[in-house]
């Protein structure tokens, strides 16, 4: 079992940035695939970003350069750092784990889910 916590999240103005974090608990961190999702009002949820074990080849969704993935498997932790915030972008925000292979952005390929730390950007 693995415990996903994220936190981070919160108002921010058109332009700002915000930087999540999840925090892991549980079996060893770096064996997993770690991924970030959001899921707006009355939309489904959708990939943003994910990044592999050793914290390389992190791969996004068409973020357009605004956001980045990265690890610190020696805190148990993955960040997402949003900058140029638009407010479409107001979203829950959830980190997902996957002991799957290869990049993965579909949510059944993840194993474990936090509950999420909602953002919202405001025009």
């Known amino acids: 079992q693995v415990q996903l916590v994220e936190s981070g999240g919160g108002l921010v103005q058109a332009g700002g940035s915000l930087k999540l974090s999840c925090a892991a608990s549980g079996r060893t961190f770096s064996m997993y695939t770690m991924g970030w ?9 959708e990939f943003v970003a994910a990044i592999m074990r050793s914290g390389g080849a992190p791969y996004y969704s068409d973020s357009k350069g605004r956001f980045t993935i990265s690890r610190d498997n020696a805190k148990n932790t993955v960040y997402l750092q949003m900058n140029s ?13 996957s002991s ?19 953002v919202t950007v405001s025009s």
């Open 100 to 118: 799957g292979w290869g990049k993965l952005s579909r949510q059944i390929e993840y194993d474990y889910w936090g509950l999420g730390t909602q």
């Open 85 to 97: 915030l638009k407010p479409e972008d107001t979203a829950v925000y959830y980190c997902a784990a």
């Open 37 to 45: 999702f959001r899921q707006a009002p009355g939309k489904e949820r």
